[in-house]
């Protein structure tokens, strides 16, 4: 086991309605003026824009708004969200939405609390020494950026997406009703289940560390999610299978499932996050179109907990040698992946890669995490590049 320290300093207000209490919460933590952030509509539609500005206006709170944040949202809209906070003297920032409400948010928070160019933060150059402030009224269950220290960002120059971490930019409440999520198409609460058990599943095949206790957390979680995510399938309006949904995003990503373990393998998102810069696809969904490829390619370097994974979480049983037990692991994953509508290659992905386009992103990826990554299997720039080409 790993020493860790773990710090989760998001209050978390959970259930129906919970919405209703932004203004009281937002002045518990010294707001005054607040810039209402948020995507490309849905919370216009659902009305709970409204319900929040209504809200606000009887507190006595200002605010201004800016909408806009795109799914691997664009840099170009944090600075706007910069430059409206100096104009305006906003001193705490509420995202409505996703991950990319919210991730936009916080880098608009870097942005004002320091000086000089806030994309410095995601291109490895120096580290914030502050955010703003930041509340959350979460719409969808998938990133975890309600609890987590990570933003990521898009530059729209050269489609770079990167990810930035700093416990300043770690919400200080997340309001959590899963009434919310109702509104989802299908498509987008199939890709945050699949995200929230990526986050879990990135920490869990790793071969530095583990304990007991974190293993058995993130194995119940994993299925938690599987189970859930079948019965939103066929019956969307699950109140009670939304509630298991969403609390599992939060604990999936605010490092519980993390303690004690070298930090785990993040390889599968690394090479997403190449697809969700060029090709604007939806976090989820490049998740599952990667997985298999890369678990097919490192679970010989890994077999303990591919095999673990196999008749813990994946209930395939225990016939056979370890390596055809983990690999029924690997298969009965990709058997989830499609029955909740999940790609499983890059084609299903509707993604159209010349060997030329995979080369690029093998490059970037592998310049992004400094060369080499992975705890599951360090992998470089060739290796990233045959797991791309697995995917097609
Ligand atoms: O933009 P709007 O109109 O709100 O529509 C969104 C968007 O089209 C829609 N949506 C959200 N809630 C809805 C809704 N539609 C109807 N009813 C609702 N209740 O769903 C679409 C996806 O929203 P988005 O915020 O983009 O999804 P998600 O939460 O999956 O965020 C994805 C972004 O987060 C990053 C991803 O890379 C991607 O850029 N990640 C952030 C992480 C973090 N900060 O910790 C970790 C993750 O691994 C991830 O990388
Ligand atoms: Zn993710």
Redesign the pocket.
Known sequence: MFDFSYFTPTKVVFGRNTESRVAHLIKEYGGTKILIH??????V??GLLQRVTDTLDAAGLSYVTLGG?????HLGLVYEGIELCRREHVDFLLAL???????SA?AIGYGVANEGDVWDFYDYKRKAAGCLPLGVIL??A????EM?????I?KEEGLV?R?YSSDFGRPRFAIMNPE??????DY?TA??CT?IM??TMERYFTNGGNMELTDALAEGLLRTVKKNALILRDDPADYDARAEVMWAGSLA?NGLTGCGNDGGDWMT?KL??EL?GLYDV???AGLAAIWGSWARYVFRNCLPRFRRFAVNVMEVGEDGTDEEIALRGIEAMEDFYRSIHMPTNLRELGVKATDEDLRLMAHKCAVGVGGKMGSARVLDEEDMLAIYRASM
């Open positions: 948020y995507g490309g509509g849905s919370v539609r659902s944040a795109v799914p691997n949202p939405g996703g991950g990319s409400a919210i991730d916080k719409t969808i998938a990133t975890g950026s987590s220290d990570s933003s990521v898009t997406k990810g919310l999520t109702m509104t989802l198409p987008q890709c945050g995200d990526m986050h990503h998102h997403e996050h969700g939806a976090h989820g």
